[in-house]
Nanobody, 125 residues
């Protein structure tokens, strides 16, 4: 399984970005997939997860501002991020879990087996 993120960058508070995660090496949709983020000096935390049969689920910190979507023909997942604020500054990762449904409460990083290289998002105040 290979995952490649893109779309990060520098944006002002209140702005928007759309991240992409192009997947390959597995049948897109067969396993739960999600986004994580890791701020400098902090743990990697899950922010959204979705599967063919459920979700998407969002962390409280991003609910109502971030939206996950999919293009099955391109085996690609997107993360639309609106109303960004400096607390959203982090490296964002997409990840695939070796299970068909999302782990409870999005699950920690150990619940996911395949990761992209990450894309940096910086929100200036």
């Amino acid at each position: 399984v290979q995952l490649v993120e893109s779309g990060g960058g520098l944006v002002q508070t209140g702005g928007s970005l759309r991240l992409s995660c192009v997947t390959s090496g597995y049948t897109f949709g067969d396993y739960a997939i999600g986004w994580f983020r890791q701020a400098s000096g902090k743990e990697r935390v899950g922010i959204t997860c979705s599967s063919k049969t459920e979700g998407p689920y969002y962390a409280n910190a991003v609910k109502g501002r971030f939206t996950i979507s999919f293009d099955n023909a391109k085996s690609t997942m997107y993360l639309q991020m609106d109303s960004l604020n400096p607390d959203d500054t982090a490296v964002y990762y997409c990840a695939v879990a070796q299970r068909r449904t999302c782990p409870p409460f999005l699950g920690g990083p150990r619940k996911y087996d395949s990761w992209g290289q990450g894309t940096q998002v910086i929100v200036s105040s």
